[in-house]
């Protein structure tokens, strides 16, 4: 079923479908969502009448209320439903010591749905970044060519292509993100383009101030240019909804535990079938391979599989399909609309404080969960600080490019009353 059908399955059901997952009482159907429209919530218009059905989802986490979570950026917290999957298969495995690879097959197609592809395109991997690095490192490429990307790269996006420009001398070029227009980022990287360009490579969203790329414009842009186009989506699966053959990307990285609520050490690696000749696999091994036979005889594996060498953790991996499952029974649309509408009120908030600027773009069509921002004068460590030891609010300082700011992560176990609790602390700071 694609994420589509989820979205127009009646509140209800959905909700019931929710309470399959454990800790949800089935009580809670009287305060069942209203069927989840993909719009973007004004100010004024926050859904209260769903608080109950957001409390509930609440508990689906096994968060300590001990401190307010509000990193998913950085790592996401697993769902008891993903925890209590990837136990379960760890025990079935290892008591007749088998490694289960056969479920892969399952996986792999509801991965592909997830993602809108094929099951031939996808690879599972540690990380987002194992996705890149496999992408960056597989991509034939000779001295002087270039590789576009932002400024805003995460290290795990930006350093797998380092690398190439340090020991195969392709040049890399980078552009500052523009956070107030979709066009101004696909003109940013237009500019960059020469005749030596191969690569374009953006974030879906920008780790550092939760900037969404214009994905599907760059990827026509870099079709019409004759350009490999790779989205690192470690900060977009699991927050967004979006389908991969309709932005169409050659590539597209993710990891499980962010935003999707998989166990740590799980990711997702989409390559287009086209291109999958395009990308060679530069670790290989057992699975790697089509025909084989010693001497003489090698092909790769003529799906994505040929990225996953060797024997691998099954486990983690059901686990993350249980997190897919999770958020697709909630509906990806309504995911995005309740955590962009958390981060718009928190910044709406925020810039009306006197000494505070906001980095995230205004615009709610260019933002998703994540909200940055910085208090003039005062180091994003002092203010990380104090919010930590304070009101014990788990956030994350954003040190790169000079920025000097926090960023907020507000997800689906968050609330209306974490934001105001940000706003609070951080206006003990501005008398
Ligand atoms: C845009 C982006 N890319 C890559 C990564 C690295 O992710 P992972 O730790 O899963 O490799 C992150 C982590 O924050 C990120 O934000």
Redesign the pocket.
Known sequence: MSNDEHNIIPSRRRFVQLAAFGAIGLNGCAVAPASGAATVPTPGDWPEADDEFWKMVRRQYPLTRERTYLNT??LGPATYAALDAMRAAQMELQRISEHGHSRFRRIRESAAAFLGVGADEVAFMR????G?ATIASGIKLSAGDEVIFESH?????AIPWMTRQKEDGIRVKIFDPDPSSADGNLERIASLITPRTRVVQV?H???PTGIVMPVADIAKLCRDRGLYFHV?G??SCGAIPFNLRDIGCDSYAA?G??WLGAPHGT?LLYVRRERLDDVVPTEVGAYSNGDYELPSTFDYNDTAQRYEPGTRDVTSVIGMQTAMEFMTSIGMDRVAEYTRGLGVYLQEQLAALDGVEVLTPADPMLRGGMTTYKIRGTKYDDLYRHLFNNHRLRCRVVSEQGLDALRVSTHIFNSKADCDRVVEGTRELLV
Request: proline share 4%; with cysteine.
């Open positions: 950026g950085g990380n987002a970044t194992e890149n790269a995460h290290p795990g996006g974030s969203i920008t780790a690192d470690a900060q990891c535990h962010k990711g």
